[in-house]
């Protein structure tokens, strides 16, 4: 069958193109006709770019790389060319269900799901592993912030966050944000902290306390904050090495720092503040990755990657988690140049893009 798709066809260049997939479903999978897709400003901005990255099992990915999960078998390298373009994007999908494999039991003909597949017309998603049932009657363009949300609760799961706990998160991009916002349904008192003046607007419109470090002293003010003692939680969600050190920093004795951005670009830096901190104060590092959990219950793990997806959807359904400011830009697939490039030189402009595909119908 044939099928549109976006594809990254070279450096800094996204197209919409045709492209032919088998009939064949195997076991494991759904066939989805996409109604939203949503773009990860890092990972799919990186691989836009043609920068280096990280695959989602840790595994380093080949430069401009920009293949994201290793489970959907159409999101992989089209080619074997170097440099290996053209490359499938994306990682995040909503769409009707129509048909399953033989051994999918999470979802049904008819339903309305989230996958990790890429951007495309319709996919075969890995069904057997991830597909997390929708509401009919809540706007897609919205929960398909769930993808980004699900991302960022794994920062809450990795915690012991209780209410009343102080947490800095530095970053407030969309998995800062919803970071953020998360740990305040989890009852925290939080401060986000981002450098761009339009994020920390966009922030406190989703009901963030936010500073900009290059306007306030941000030592200062979280000292101020926590009475001198730093916060019990530190969140790096912006994935910058510098950063991540800088939260231990603001962290207080036996507290916790977690790395939720993933660091790629190399970074030159003394250490040793911060491993000295660690060792002297018992504080925790904590690395947070959404694919490292189990995707259903197992006995003796309290979390599952369904789980908490199915989680994220039902606080955005109901509201509790704000994402319609993060929606800036709402787009038809055709024009998925100029969203990539948006997204990557337009901050000021640029925070989460949404594809639209029923707008290729219309």
């Not at 897709?37 to 920009?66: H, K, N, Y």
């Not at 897609?140 to 699900?150: S, V």
């Not at 090495?241 to 951005?261: D, M, N, P, Q």
């Amino acid at each position: 069958m044939k099928v549109r798709q976006i594809i990254f066809t070279g450096v800094e260049r996204a197209e919409l193109l045709e492209r032919e997939i088998g009939d064949e479903l195997k076991p494991n999978q759904a066939l989805v006709e996409t109604e939203f897709t949503i773009v990860s400003p890092g990972t799919e901005g990186r691989g836009f770019m043609g920068l280096p990255g990280v695959g989602f099992d840790g595994s380093t990915q080949a430069p401009r790389g920009a293949t994201n999960d290793p489970e959907s078998t159409d999101n992989r390298r089209l080619g074997k060319s170097d440099p290996p373009y053209p490359q499938i994007t994306g990682y995040g999908q909503i769409g009707r269900v129509l048909e399953v494999g033989a051994d999918v039991t999470l979802c049904k003909p008819g339903d309305r799901v989230l996958t990790r597949s890429p951007h495309a017309s319709m996919v075969k998603a890995n069904a057997g592993r991830f597909a997390v049932p929708l509401p009919e009657d809540f706007p897609g363009e919205e929960l398909i912030f769930a993808r980004m949300a699900g991302i960022s609760v794994t920062a809450v799961y990795s915690s012991s966050v209780k209410p009343g706990d102080t947490v800095l998160v530095m970053g407030l991009g969309v998995i800062g944000n919803l970071a953020a916002q998360l740990f305040q349904l989890a009852g925290a008192d939080v401060l986000g902290s981002e450098i761009s003046p339009f994020r920390v607007q966009q922030a406190k419109e989703c009901g963030i306390q936010a500073v900009n470090p290059n306007e306030t002293n941000l030592q200062k003010h979280v000292m101020e904050w926590t009475r001198g003692r730093g916060v019990q939680i530190a969140v790096e969600a912006a994935g910058r090495s510098e950063l991540l050190a800088e939260a231990v920093l603001l962290t207080r004795a036996y507290g916790e720092a977690i790395s939720l951005g993933s660091p790629y670009a190399s970074a030159v830096f003394d250490a040793t503040p911060m491993l000295r901190k660690i060792h002297s104060q018992c504080i925790r590092l904590i690395g947070s990755l959404s694919a490292r959990w189990p995707p259903q219950e197992v006995d003796r793990v309290r979390h599952s990657l369904v789980g908490n997806f199915t989680n994220v959807v039902n606080w955005i359904a109901a509201e509790r988690l704000r994402v319609r400011p993060l929606l800036t830009h709402l787009a038809s697939p055709a024009d998925c140049q100029d969203i990539y490039a948006g997204l990557t030189q337009k901050h000021d402009e640029y925070l989460a893009a949404v594809f639209d595909w029923r707008r290729l119908d219309s």
